[in-house]
């Protein structure tokens, strides 16, 4: 009976800790892929008082998000999971509640209190979800928490499709969107409030130190995570900003934000709640099959899409003629690549650090976060083509870097983990 109750509280933490950040980042997804377009119009409505970018709106945050990650972990440590995760969302819901009403002192600011407040999140959810698994459970207990968050890509879009009307975003619009992001945003910290705290304890089934006594091996932290920029801001501002699909230009952002989340939820569940079932040969193949789908979506947004979409309003020529159907197919599998290498390095991260997992998630989240910064940065400059070349570029070594770590932690796992019970 005492085993059957930890594991019903896991299960409900697992759960819970999925539902909270569905509706977290209901909110805060849909933000970042409108972001751009909605601070561009309200930029035109100001008469000059609003001079904030979406871009660099975005690049401030990751930064922020990169430097914070160093911190994270003692926060975490001295505040526990549960309480942390509950201060870091609050930060997200301020940062969308400044939406309400644009003023360029007030995102920038924002921008720096939700860079801290991912920091502290996502490490406190990493350490979370470790210490309610064990080696059987956290193949899937990622693949429930993953397809859980990426449902914030259907609802929060197909809010935001509904929403968002014509080629330009009023404030009245605006203000509706962003009145149902706030509201999704504070519901979903408040859930943080609901988890049961637990600790790692000897008495649970964690993975050690191999047979030979040999320290564990890093992580994939070299697998750069710059399609989370490119499908999170880039290429949601690209289509609103591709002529070619007139009126319904600015409803593609929601629609393309759903298929995301379709792709991803659908990852998810395949390559996480079924992990046992696909990954019987590794999770190496999972994320070769993501980098893949990657590189052929790549592809057809590049034929598809105008070069100068991701910086402003662009009517010119593409290799063929810019086609929704193609639009909307490339969103559903940059959600299932990414699900890809998503599910499989919370995977490898929960199953290597067990009982060290915030520090490996915080140093994950570091590498990545700057990444994003960069790629926020450049994205205000650079065409299209030069984005995707770079995308192809450090996906393939990403990929690569993932693979070997794969490799290295495989030939020290048949000499053998202890385990601990």
């Not at 440590?77 to 400044?98: A, E, R």
């Not at 600790?199 to 091996?217: C, F, H, M, P, Y």
């Not at 926020?376 to 400059?381: D, I, K, L, Q, R």
């Not at 870097?401 to 495989?410: A, G, Q, Y």
Request: include cysteine; glycine fraction near 10%; hydrophobic fraction near 50%.
């Amino acid at each position: 009976m005492a085993d059957n109750k930890i594991f019903d509280v896991r299960l409900y933490n697992i759960i819970m800790l999925g539902v909270a950040f569905m509706l977290l980042f209901t909110a805060f997804q849909t933000t970042s892929m409108a972001e751009k377009s909605v601070l561009d119009s309200a930029k035109n409505d100001s008469n000059g008082t609003f001079n904030g970018d979406g871009y660099t709106s975005l690049s401030i945050i990751y930064v922020v998000f990169s430097v914070a990650n160093w911190i994270a972990p003692p926060f975490v440590t001295v505040v526990g999971p549960k309480l942390t995760m509950f201060i870091g969302g609050t930060m997200y819901c301020l940062f969308i509640l400044q939406f309400l009403k644009p003023m360029t002192w007030a995102l920038y600011l924002g921008s720096v209190l939700v860079g801290f407040g991912a920091a502290i999140l996502w490490t406190a959810q990493g350490n979370f979800l470790t210490i309610n698994s064990d080696s059987e459970t956290v193949a899937r207990n990622s693949g429930i928490f993953w397809a859980l968050l990426q449902c914030s890509l259907l609802f929060g879009n197909m809010y935001s499709h509904f929403v968002l009307k014509g080629s330009d975003i009023t404030t009245d619009e605006r203000t509706k969107l962003f009145i149902g992001l706030s509201g999704a945003a504070v519901l979903g910290t408040l859930c943080f409030l609901t988890l049961r705290n637990r600790r790692a304890t000897d008495s649970e089934n964690l993975i050690n130190l191999n047979a030979s006594g040999d320290q564990k091996v890093d992580g994939p932290l070299q697998a750069l995570s710059l399609e989370l920029t490119f499908f999170s801001g880039v290429y949601s501002t690209a289509l609103g900003n591709t002529q070619h699909f007139g009126s319904d230009a600015k409803g593609l952002i929601g629609i393309a934000g759903m298929f995301v989340g379709v792709g991803e939820i659908l990852g998810g569940a395949v390559f996480g709640l079924f992990g046992k079932r696909v990954n019987t040969h590794g999770r190496d193949p999972i994320v070769l099959f993501g980098f893949i789908v990657h590189m052929s979506t790549f592809f057809l947004v590049y034929i598809n899409i105008p070069n100068e979409a991701p910086l402003h309003q662009s009517a010119a020529a593409t290799f063929i003629t810019s086609n929704k159907y193609i639009a909307v197919l490339c969103a559903f599998l940059l959600g299932l690549g990414d699900s890809s290498f998503n599910t499989q390095i919370y995977s490898i991260l929960g199953f290597m650090f067990p009982e060290d997992s915030s520090p490996a998630f915080a140093l994950f989240k570091f590498v990545q976060s700057i990444a994003a910064a960069v790629a926020f940065y450049y994205s205000e400059y650079l065409i299209l083509q030069w984005q995707l070349l770079i995308l192809v570029v450090l996906g393939a070594f990403g990929t690569l870097c993932f693979c070997s770590v794969e490799w290295e932690s495989n030939r020290i796992s048949r000499g053998g983990y202890q385990q601990i019970s």
